[in-house]
């Protein structure tokens, strides 16, 4: 459920949301301020992801881009994070990414 999305946070320049390795759980990215700034609407998404799984394929709502993740490179120094590499419905492009903070629930 989108609504129990954990929520992101802007910290040095990145967005970051926290995630626990063994957790399963949607991620919302809004990339209102994207789509304003260029005038236009949101066509298409595709995901890059490292460090975590896909569970379900990201989908457009409005100006949020939801997608499913599982699992966490636990790995010391590991970089995991999730791009929506969105295409607008005038040919912009652009890339909302989002780093993994670990955390242990």
Not at 52 to 59: C, K, S, T
């Amino acid at each position: 459920d989108m609504t129990d999305a954990p929520e992101p946070y802007f910290r040095d320049g990145k967005w970051w949301v926290d995630k626990d390795p063994d957790e399963q759980s949607y991620y919302v990215a809004n990339i209102t301020k994207e789509l304003t700034d260029r005038g236009t609407t949101a066509a298409s998404v595709a995901p890059v992801v490292q460090g975590v799984e896909i569970l379900e394929q990201p989908v457009i709502q409005g100006n949020f881009v939801v997608i499913k993740l599982g699992g966490l490179d636990v790995a010391q120094n590991a970089e995991s994070y999730w791009t929506a590499r969105v295409t607008c419905a005038n040919g912009e492009r652009f890339d909302r990414t989002m780093w993994f903070n670990r955390v242990d629930n």
